[in-house]
């Protein structure tokens, strides 16, 4: 990198002018590296057989997926070859124009020679005993079909023609950029779950779906493709600025005004989630709700990890808790069967969900106490480590013969009664939405209450700096216990409504795996970041589900999107507040405020005039 | 009257001797200095005192009732505060959070009542915000208005070590104990945090111990010093007293070459 940093030219030819300070422009280097990767990219997906498998799905009329996927590397890697670096202040900006075109146009090319050299090697030879998916029909497909040689240097122009494509956004203002990225974003996104956007639409009774989609393919149409990009490029393109000035707006008002409208703004968001599972329907719902278990949970653990800072790898346990303390306690015994079922339990109160629901509670606070007691000592990695080991405990327990005439051994619990409110079985999906729905309000309101309040501050101080909290009169015993407690009664309602929507429960439900994703809901959405928690945990667990199609990439797919997020934006969906300390919000907090001094003082001077004035 | 009482005090690391059979007294309403050459166990001092480190041997006694034992915590809500050498504010929270957070021990809401927000929870948490403020108050317009809501570490070096010494008043202290408040500071900033000492005695009717390596602080406020040198006192008494004893210029300057 060193080199690149230099921005004055060494020679000055004589008589030259002197030298202006001119930023950096694009190099040879950063167009050879962009392109290599985008060729790379390329032969990557024809070898593990991403090209094959979408052959056949449709976006946009005749264009399939693995097409988008050829040019889609080109394309973002011709756009970066041809990005000049990031201008420094006081230097002049490098001009824009065909070299950057032509830095794509390289770029693309060499992509198309890094593929044709995959092709000629992996045509010429037969590899097909490690790299299984590289059939002839994959090259094939990759060659247009015209044979390896004749069929490259097509691709090779393809690949180049992309690559200029991409090259030429970077003259491009940013805004319109900006909005059109989104836009076919969207377009992509609405080909490919076509099947639940139209659900979706046909709920929302809207009228031109059969314009917009092929009936048989599933494909949007042109007109719908054309009709999606222009709707969410003018949204994208409005929504930019008028998103920030709501927000400085709302900031503005007075602070009996801010309640109302905020109030109001809550009332909305709980009448859309209210018609929400109607127009969703079932499919989606049942993901919704699979989100909202997790998002219970990720709630819980972003009290223990994000305000209190105490990593707790085995956060699955209070899940186990909350789960297997409402089976036990509500499963239905048939009718003199009792001791005749595998698994033989001998025990059932038979209780109903709410009469459970106290039990669940103290049970969940008891393991809650349980874990932290031990580990109150420990800090950081070794925290992780003895919270690990409980979790993998209590999974064991639950599936040992020890405890099997309770909790069933690895047949579990099964049977277990249905919710009832108000007299109404909670079935369906919809149903089960509003009630999850319901608990996640809870957890969302115990969030926010609990973070501005003694005990929250209490936990963040402790998260911040142990010992000067201690010395500061935290009692840092008591502060870490109630963040177990707190962290494990949330998680075990999530527990209690996963096992009465699965209607049974088995020990390897709560694997060691379930931490691990609710851990990266909570830092992949901003730690301390209810609203951050919230978006991830919808995005996380939705996200594989609707990727359903694509098989056994979703996973390779999904792994990518969470690396290029961490990359993107490591602090966060949506940083907490503490955690975004943009220059600019702090200017305005100081403009504000100084503007506010002034008024107060020229009040001041209105009222008693200044003598001699 | 004594507030604060140490005999005895003896602290080992390892091999070395950081307090050797410490004596000394604070009386209520005095402002105490300690000074020293590095490594004399100045901090190691007010580690002891604050019970962050137990003692070996000796006993401290406060309000005439020994405090050897009890956490940090609990001897912070009897009444002895401090501030860090190496300034340790809470970094991620804001000005106004860092000092609430000093009340914790003079508050009690807990879980239930935070989460009702029950008319006692408000009342307390009004309380909270408005000592806070107050405290903050102390230092002038440096940490008020628009301050209220930054994090700590987008404040100046100075204004942090503002903030730590507010966020130990806030605790409602009897004794206050400051790890070289003045370090860092340029000319004028010390000046006048020399006055604010004076004036947290006379305004709060604080008992000031304070550790300091700039003498114009110390022979500006201090009415007794306390000299230390390998975790011994070895000189006791007013600033030109100490100033002029021999033991205290060997220990700074070295010894003198015999001829």
Same mark, same amino acid.
């Given at each position: 990198?060193?080199?690149?940093?230099?921005?004055?030219?060494?020679?000055?030819?004589?008589?030259?002018?002197?030298?202006?300070?001119?930023?950096?422009?694009?190099?040879?280097?950063?167009?050879?590296?962009?392109?290599?990767?985008?060729?790379?990219?390329?032969?990557?997906?024809?070898?593990?057989?991403?090209?094959?498998?979408?052959?056949?799905?449709?976006?946009?009329?005749?264009?399939?997926?693995?097409?988008?996927?050829?040019?889609?590397?080109?394309?973002?890697?011709?756009?970066?070859? $041809?990005?000049?670096?990031?201008?420094?202040?006081?230097?002049?900006?490098?001009?824009?124009?065909? %070299?950057?075109?032509?830095?794509?146009?390289?770029?693309?090319?060499?992509?198309?020679?890094?593929?044709?050299?995959?092709?000629?090697?992996?045509?010429?030879?037969?590899?097909?005993?490690?790299?299984?998916?590289?059939?002839?029909?994959?090259?094939?497909?990759?060659?247009?079909?015209?044979?390896?040689?004749?069929?490259?240097?097509?691709?090779?122009?393809?690949?180049?023609?992309?690559?200029?494509?991409?090259?030429?956004?970077?003259?491009?203002?940013?805004?319109?950029?900006?909005?059109?990225?989104?836009?076919?974003?969207?377009?992509?996104?609405?080909?490919?779950?076509?099947?639940?956007?139209?659900?979706?639409?046909?709920?929302?009774?809207?009228?031109?779906?059969?314009?917009?989609?092929?009936?048989?393919?599933?494909?949007?149409?042109?007109?719908?493709?054309?009709?999606?990009?222009?709707?969410?490029?003018?949204? #994208?393109?409005?929504? %930019?600025?008028?998103?920030?000035?709501?927000?400085? =707006?709302?900031?503005?008002?007075?602070?009996?005004?801010?309640?109302?409208?905020?109030?109001?703004?809550?009332?909305?968001?709980?009448?859309?989630?209210?018609?929400?599972?109607?127009?969703?329907?079932?499919?989606?719902?049942?993901?919704?709700?699979?989100?909202?278990?997790?998002?219970?949970?990720?709630?819980?653990?972003?009290?223990?990890?994000?305000?209190?800072?105490?990593?707790?790898?085995?956060?699955?346990?209070?899940?186990?808790?909350?789960?297997?303390?409402?089976?036990?306690?509500?499963?239905?015994?048939?009718?003199?069967?009792?001791?005749?079922?595998?698994?033989?339990?001998?025990?059932?109160?038979?209780?109903?969900?709410?009469?459970?629901?106290?039990?669940?509670?103290?049970?969940?606070?008891?393991?809650?106490?349980?874990?932290?007691?031990?580990?109150?000592?420990?800090?950081?990695?070794?925290?992780?480590?003895?919270?690990?080991?409980?979790?993998?405990?209590? =999974?064991?327990?639950?599936?040992?013969?020890?405890?099997?005439?309770?909790?069933?051994?690895?047949?579990?619990?099964?049977?277990?009664?249905?919710?009832?409110?108000?007299?109404?079985?909670?079935?369906?999906?919809?149903?089960?939405?509003?009630?999850?729905?319901?608990?996640?309000?809870?957890?969302?309101?115990?969030?926010?209450?609990?973070?501005?309040?003694?005990?929250?501050?209490?936990?963040?101080?402790?998260?911040?700096?142990?010992?000067?909290?201690?010395?500061?009169?935290?009692?840092?015993?008591?502060?870490?216990?109630?963040?177990?407690?707190?962290?494990?009664?949330?998680?075990?309602?999530?527990?209690?409504?996963?096992?009465?929507?699965?209607? #049974?429960?088995?020990?390897?439900?709560?694997?060691?795996?379930?931490?691990?994703?609710?851990?990266?809901?909570?830092?992949?959405?901003?730690?301390?970041?209810?609203?951050?928690?919230?978006?991830?945990?919808?995005?996380?667990?939705?996200?594989?589900?609707?990727?359903?199609?694509?098989?056994?990439?979703?996973?390779?797919?999904?792994?990518?999107?969470?690396?290029?997020?961490?990359?993107?934006?490591?602090? $966060?969906?949506?940083?907490?507040?503490?955690?975004?300390?943009?220059?600019?919000?702090?200017?305005?907090?100081?403009?504000?405020?100084?503007?506010?001094?002034?008024?107060?003082?020229?009040?001041?001077?209105?009222?008693?005039?200044?003598? $001699?004035? | 009257?004594?507030?604060?009482?140490?005999?005895?005090?003896?602290?080992?690391?390892?091999?070395?001797?950081?307090?050797?059979?410490?004596?000394?007294?604070?009386?209520?309403?005095?402002?105490?200095?300690?000074?020293?050459?590095? $490594?004399?166990?100045?901090?190691?001092?007010?580690?002891?005192?604050?019970?962050?480190?137990?003692?070996?041997?000796?006993?401290?006694?406060?309000?005439?009732?020994?405090?050897?034992?009890?956490?940090?915590?609990?001897?912070?809500?009897?009444?002895?505060?401090?501030?860090?050498?190496?300034?340790?504010?809470?970094?991620?929270?804001?000005?106004?959070?860092?000092?609430?957070?000093?009340?914790?021990?003079?508050?009690?809401?807990?879980?239930?009542?935070?989460?009702?927000?029950?008319?006692?929870?408000?009342?307390?948490?009004?309380?909270?915000?408005?000592?806070?403020?107050?405290?903050?108050?102390?230092?002038?317009?440096?940490?008020?208005?628009?301050?209220?809501?930054?994090?700590?570490?987008?404040?100046?070096?100075?204004?942090?070590?503002?903030?730590?010494?507010?966020?130990?008043?806030?605790?409602?202290?009897?004794?206050?104990?400051?790890?070289?408040?003045?370090?860092?500071?340029?000319?004028?900033?010390?000046?006048?945090?020399?006055?604010?000492?004076?004036?947290?005695?006379?305004? %709060?009717?604080?008992?000031?111990?304070?550790?300091?390596?700039?003498?114009?602080?110390?022979?500006?406020?201090?009415?007794?010093?306390?000299?230390?040198?390998?975790?011994?006192?070895?000189?006791?008494?007013?600033?030109?007293?100490?100033?002029?004893?021999?033991?205290?210029?060997?220990?700074?300057?070295?010894?003198?070459?015999?001829?």
């Amino acid at each position: 990198m060193a080199e690149t940093v230099r921005a004055v030219p060494r020679e000055v030819p004589l008589g030259a002018a002197p030298p202006a300070f001119a930023a950096r422009d694009i190099t040879l280097r950063q167009v050879v590296r962009n392109g290599v990767l985008a060729g790379l990219g390329v032969s990557f997906v024809t070898a593990v057989g991403m090209v094959q498998a979408f052959e056949r799905r449709f976006i946009v009329s005749q264009l399939s997926l693995d097409y988008i996927l050829v040019v889609a590397f080109p394309l973002a890697l011709g756009y970066l070859a $041809g990005r000049p670096p990031p201008v420094l202040e006081g230097f002049e900006a490098p001009r824009l124009g065909a %070299k950057n075109v032509l830095a794509g146009l390289l770029a693309g090319a060499l992509a198309g020679l890094v593929l044709m050299a995959f092709v000629g090697i992996f045509g010429n030879f037969d590899v097909r005993d490690v790299f299984t998916n590289v059939s002839p029909e994959a090259l094939a497909r990759i060659t247009f079909g015209e044979g390896l040689f004749e069929g490259s240097l097509a691709m090779l122009a393809v690949q180049a023609a992309f690559g200029a494509l991409g090259g030429a956004l970077n003259l491009v203002p940013e805004r319109p950029r900006r909005a059109a990225f989104l836009a076919a974003v969207w377009v992509v996104a609405f080909g490919l779950f076509s099947p639940l956007v139209r659900q979706v639409l046909d709920n929302l009774g809207f009228p031109f779906l059969r314009y917009m989609y092929r009936s048989v393919s599933g494909a949007l149409t042109r007109t719908g493709a054309v009709a999606v990009f222009v709707l969410f490029f003018v949204l #994208s393109l409005v929504a %930019k600025g008028s998103r920030l000035q709501a927000g400085e =707006r709302f900031r503005a008002l007075p602070e009996s005004q801010r309640r109302v409208v905020g109030g109001l703004a809550i009332l909305a968001v709980l009448g859309l989630l209210a018609v929400l599972p109607h127009i969703l329907g079932n499919f989606l719902s049942e993901i919704l709700n699979f989100a909202g278990i997790f998002l219970l949970m990720a709630l819980g653990l972003n009290i223990v990890v994000g305000l209190a800072g105490l990593l707790d790898l085995g956060y699955v346990a209070f899940f186990a808790v909350g789960a297997y303390t409402t089976a036990v306690l509500t499963w239905d015994r048939p009718e003199g069967l009792a001791g005749t079922l595998p698994g033989s339990i001998r025990w059932g109160p038979e209780l109903t969900f709410w009469e459970a629901l106290p039990f669940v509670i103290l049970a969940a606070a008891l393991a809650g106490i349980i874990v932290g007691t031990p580990v109150l000592r420990m800090r950081g990695d070794y925290l992780a480590i003895v919270t690990l080991g409980f979790g993998e405990i209590t =999974r064991l327990l639950f599936l040992s013969t020890w405890f099997k005439p309770y909790f069933g051994g690895a047949l579990g619990v099964q049977r277990i009664a249905n919710i009832e409110v108000f007299g109404v079985e909670i079935l369906s999906p919809q149903n089960f939405f509003y009630f999850i729905f319901g608990f996640g309000v809870l957890a969302v309101y115990a969030s926010y209450a609990l973070q501005n309040s003694r005990i929250g501050r209490a936990w963040t101080a402790i998260r911040e700096d142990e010992s000067v909290a201690e010395a500061m009169g935290v009692n840092v015993v008591a502060a870490k216990l109630w963040a177990f407690i707190i962290g494990a009664i949330i998680a075990s309602f999530g527990g209690a409504i996963f096992a009465v929507k699965v209607g #049974s429960v088995f020990p390897r439900s709560f694997s060691i795996e379930v931490s691990i994703i609710v851990l990266v809901i909570v830092i992949v959405g901003g730690l301390a970041s209810v609203p951050g928690v919230i978006l991830s945990a919808i995005v996380l667990t939705a996200t594989p589900e609707l990727l359903q199609e694509l098989a056994e990439y979703r996973f390779l797919i999904y792994g990518v999107l969470l690396i290029f997020m961490m990359l993107k934006r490591p602090e $966060g969906f949506i940083p907490s507040r503490r955690r975004l300390r943009e220059l600019r919000e702090e200017e305005l907090a100081q403009d504000a405020w100084l503007r506010a001094a002034r008024a107060q003082r020229e009040r001041e001077e209105l009222a008693e005039p200044v003598p $001699g004035s | 009257m004594a507030l604060l009482e140490v005999v005895g005090l003896t602290k080992d690391f390892g091999g070395v001797r950081a307090i050797d059979h410490l004596d000394m007294h604070v009386d209520v309403g005095e402002i105490v200095s300690v000074i020293g050459p590095n $490594g004399a166990g100045k901090t190691t001092l007010f580690n002891l005192i604050t019970g962050m480190i137990p003692p070996d041997e000796g006993d401290i006694r406060f309000e005439g009732r020994s405090i050897v034992g009890l956490r940090p915590s609990q001897i912070l809500s009897l009444g002895i505060a401090r501030t860090f050498q190496n300034v340790r504010l809470f970094p991620e929270m804001t000005v106004r959070e860092n000092v609430m957070v000093a009340r914790h021990a003079r508050t009690r809401a807990g879980v239930v009542s935070a989460l009702l927000r029950t008319p006692r929870f408000r009342r307390e948490e009004a309380e909270t915000r408005r000592r806070a403020e107050e405290a903050l108050a102390f230092f002038g317009p440096r940490l008020v208005g628009y301050r209220f809501d930054q994090t700590a570490v987008s404040l100046s070096y100075a204004n942090r070590r503002r903030l730590e010494i507010a966020r130990a008043m806030a605790s409602d202290p009897k004794l206050l104990l400051l790890d070289e408040p003045t370090a860092g500071m340029n000319p004028r900033e010390t000046q006048e945090l020399t006055e604010l000492i004076g004036k947290m005695r006379d305004e %709060k009717g604080l008992t000031i111990l304070f550790i300091e390596h700039d003498m114009r602080v110390v022979k500006g406020v201090a009415e007794r010093v306390i000299v230390l040198d390998y975790g011994r006192k070895i000189a006791e008494g007013t600033y030109d007293e100490v100033a002029h004893n021999e033991q205290v210029i060997e220990a700074y300057l070295g010894r003198r070459a015999t001829a």
